[in-house]
């Protein structure tokens, strides 16, 4: 069922080891009725912050994404990266791709591995990279190396890969706190078309009631639809995300 905030939802781990979890079981997509509703749904089940609800999730301080500090190859099984602040052993990371346009379904490559050790900015992996990571020469004298994303945190709301979820905050009059969550298997799909207005998280007709939220360090991950919507919400600061 839906998880309804009016008051101030309060996530803050005392330590990176301590794992806060909202998980949403048992969600059926088909059911989702989805659109611009101003109030809860049902069976859109989801986190839902309505009027003077407020977010107040703080989970543990890292570097949620960098650089490569050079080109990778296939093949390889560690990498070397701009920073590895707060990262460590367990933490799931994504090398993104940079092979050229010329190379089939170059943008699909991306590399996904589990950290077993980290020495200095040396990252070590749980198995050798499936695709080449090169360099990018964008203009003369500038050169891309390809993102590295964390995808770990230790505040986590999810669904299940049969049931996604999603959060909204609706008309919301509060400005929300929410940094470095992890939000996983969110955004339903009815058959192959998303369900509109229900996504990872969804600041929905807040107008000015969402001036000075801030969203920092967050990462959107195994969904099936748009990670970050600010809609009519204004003053919202999206800082270091990924989806």
């Known amino acids: 069922g839906n998880l309804l905030v009016s008051g101030t939802l309060t996530s803050r781990p005392a330590t990176p080891a301590v794992v806060h979890r909202i998980e949403f079981v048992e969600v059926v997509d088909e059911q989702f009725v989805g659109g611009t509703s101003m109030e809860p749904v049902e069976q859109d089940v989801g986190l839902w912050v309505l009027g003077g609800g407020r977010l107040d999730l703080q989970g543990a301080r890292k570097t949620a994404w960098t650089n490569l500090a050079g080109p990778a190859q296939a093949g390889q099984d560690s990498i070397t990266v701009a920073d590895t602040t707060g990262w460590q052993v367990g933490d ?23 950290v077993v050790a980290i020495a200095g900015t040396t990252v070590t992996l749980d198995a050798a990279l499936e695709h080449p990571h090169p360099e990018v020469t964008v203009r003369p004298g500038v050169v891309h190396r390809a993102e590295v994303l964390n995808l770990t945190r230790n505040i986590l709301v999810q669904g299940t890969p049969g049931g996604r979820s999603h959060v909204q905050l609706l008309q919301t009059t509060q400005p929300q706190q929410i940094a470095f969550v992890g939000l996983q298997h969110l955004g339903p799909r009815k058959g192959e078309q998303e369900v509109v207005g229900r996504y990872a998280l969804h600041f929905h007709m807040d107008g000015d009631g969402s001036r000075g939220s801030v969203v920092e360090g ?19 600061t999206f800082r270091d995300c990924i989806v």
């Open 92 to 114: 799931e990371v994504v090398v993104t791709p940079t092979e050229p346009a010329t190379v089939p379904d170059h943008w699909l490559h991306h590399d996904r591995r589990t």
């Open 218 to 236: 967050c990462v959107a991950f195994d969904g099936r639809g748009h990670g970050f919507v600010a809609h009519l919400s204004d003053g919202v």
